[in-house]
């Protein structure tokens, strides 16, 4: 922005003249470092906000995240109490008895909680091995399965909301 000059009226003094223009070109400058300071200010303004949004969204995903894993230790003491039932009922075999059928019902309510909470089974079985998902604990000669390939299932793995909580204990085929 620029201020303009008009000519001086007939008859003033060059002095006059001279000490008008000095006033314009001291106004000029000061509107200047206005502008500048208004424009640095204004850029300082947008980048506090963008960091204080930015803030405020990595705050939001904390708390989601913290919301999804909660129960980890909760879930994951639980997990002992899933196998032995499990293994209670594989015990039991094919007796259709009361005590069996209340067994099988804690189960089913018991996966379901946990399901409901985020909690999945990893059961490998005749699928290839992922060391980011199974635990290998021993290799036996493939026979009929596909080299690399899970033939054993020790211990079931589990994962809360797609993060690994406990890896599947595994046997794995190797070539012969």
């Excluded at 705050?59 to 230790?73: L, M, P, Q, T, W």
Aim: proline share 7%; hydrophobic share 40%.
């Amino acid at each position: 922005m620029t201020i303009e000059q008009t000519p001086p009226p007939a008859g003033t003094a060059p002095a006059a003249d001279e000490t008008q223009k000095d006033c314009c070109a001291t106004l000029q400058a000061e509107l200047d470092t206005a502008n500048a300071e208004l424009a640095k200010l204004r850029e300082d303004m947008l980048r506090e906000r963008a960091d204080l949004e930015n803030q405020r969204r990595r705050v939001a995903r904390d708390i989601d995240v913290a919301r999804k894993f909660a129960n980890e230790r909760v879930l994951g003491d639980l997990l002992p109490v899933i196998d032995s039932l499990e293994a209670g009922l594989a015990q039991a075999g094919d007796d259709a008895g009361p005590l069996r059928e209340g067994m099988e019902l804690t189960l089913r309510q018991l996966l379901k909680v946990a399901a409901d909470h985020g909690l999945a089974v990893v059961d490998p079985k005749g699928q290839p091995f992922n060391p980011e998902h199974h635990q290998a604990m021993s290799m036996v000669p493939g026979g009929e399965t596909p080299d690399n390939h899970v033939v054993q299932v020790y211990q079931k793995g589990w994962l809360l909301n797609e993060r690994l909580l406990r890896p599947a204990l595994v046997v794995v085929a190797q070539s012969s």
